[in-house]
């Protein structure tokens, strides 16, 4: 059984949809998160209703309210890393996330988004590291 949703997990520049009468109304994130405003939240991030009312049928704010797999740290690849691999992988890695992000991501103080872990079991697999599992944990999270 999912758990109620959680109005503080929607991150503070995501905008919402007010627009109950869209045909995507029942499966949109962002009318989803909109009916779980709280009150003490007085001037939230509203799609504009002029562009709500131009939009025919497919609109390209829709969010579905499906939830994603986001991967949590990958110091078990790192761990299975050759020291002679180590340097290029962080390189890679780098290259990929940013300094700052790379070690974030790697101990899991950031989640990896399924467009990352693909690009890190590819640089993983390219350093010659095959692995069961690259990732040390899963969570289940909207795709904001």
């Known amino acids: 059984m999912d758990k109620p949703f959680d109005y503080s ?8 949809c007010a627009a109950e ?4 109304a029942a499966t949109c994130l962002r009318q989803m998160a909109f009916k779980y405003v709280p009150e003490e939240v007085i001037f939230p991030s509203i ?10 049928g497919k609109c390209k704010y829709y969010r579905p309210d499906t939830k994603i797999r986001l991967a949590k740290g990958f110091m078990r690849t790192v761990n299975a890393l050759t ?10 890695m780098i290259a990929l996330l940013g300094r700052k992000n790379y070690y974030l991501k790697r101990k899991g103080g950031a989640p990896l988004s399924p467009t990352e872990q693909q690009r890190i079991v590819a640089i993983a697999k390219h350093s ?12 289940e999270s909207y795709n904001w």
Do not use: H, M, Q, W
Request: glycine share 4%; proline share 7%.
């Open 128 to 139: 010659g590291v095959v692995l069961d599992e690259y990732f040390d944990e899963y969570i």
């Open 9 to 16: 997990e929607v991150p503070f520049n995501f905008g919402l």
């Open 47 to 56: 799609l504009n209703p002029r562009i709500i009312a131009k939009t025919k």
């Open 83 to 92: 020291l002679c691999e180590a340097d290029s992988f962080r390189s890679r």
């Open 21 to 24: 009468s869209c045909p995507n």
